[in-house]
């Protein structure tokens, strides 16, 4: 526990600036790039987009081709409001803390999410049950730092999810004349796969329970 009563997260967390303040382990640095633009060729059968020098690496095992970005945390200023690509992606798969990189909080109700509050116009009945989510779990102390310094959390809820899937990918399409498309999410399978590009992973957060936020 700190002096203020927040208590410290498992993993090692990177702070910027006078104040400290955490960064989180997916947010990506002013010196790390997104590398791709200038890299993506029409494949050779003419069916889709690709890297001119590709790898397996590229292509996740559903066969979803993956933006670049180069990993260097710590470089530069943070950006909190978007994600590193392949930080999030592991965050996501793997059920990590988005902001400290560890194991991210499950009990018997499931997997901790901290999400913003819809507000009042957009909160559907049964929200966020089947909700298509891009921000990465947490584990338990890091839901609070979550909840006290992320711009974008201006009302937070805390989420048990028991069953979040892997749903898909978000990022965008191309043409065949490598003119990319609006921002979209795209289910695996879809027969637009071999045009998109993803950047970041998507779960589909099921069998949901809202948490009480703990006593201050
Ligand atoms: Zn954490």
Not at 46 to 54: A, L, M, P, S, V
Not at 78 to 89: A, D, F, G, K, V
Not at 92 to 116: N, T, Y
Request: contains cysteine; glycine residues 12%; hydrophobic residues 30%.
């Amino acid at each position: 526990m700190t002096a203020t009563g927040t208590p410290v997260p498992a993993g090692r967390v990177l702070t910027w600036g006078p104040k400290r303040l955490p960064v989180p382990y997916a947010a990506p640095w002013s010196g790390e790039e997104v590398q791709t633009g200038s890299g993506l060729v029409l494949r050779p059968d003419g069916n889709g987009i690709g890297y001119r020098d590709e790898t397996p690496a590229d292509r996740d095992r559903h066969g979803v081709l993956w933006a670049r970005m180069t990993d260097s945390p710590g470089s530069g200023r943070p950006n909190y409001r978007t994600m590193h690509i392949q930080r999030q992606r592991a965050c996501m798969l793997g059920l990590l803390c988005q902001v400290c990189g560890g194991p991210a909080d499950r009990d018997a109700k499931g997997w901790l999410f901290v999400l913003r509050q819809p507000p009042p116009h957009e909160d559907t009945p049964g929200w966020p049950e089947g909700l298509l989510c891009t921000k990465p779990p947490v584990c338990r102390p890091c839901a609070h730092l979550a909840a006290h310094h992320c711009p974008h959390l201006e009302r937070p809820v805390r989420i048990r999810s028991r069953k979040p899937r892997v749903w898909g990918v978000f990022g965008g399409a191309f043409d065949a004349g490598l003119r990319p498309g609006p921002d979209a999410h795209l289910p695996y399978g879809h027969p637009a796969t071999p045009w998109f590009l993803a950047n970041q992973a998507v779960l589909e957060l099921t069998r949901c329970t809202r948490e009480s936020p703990p006593a201050a």
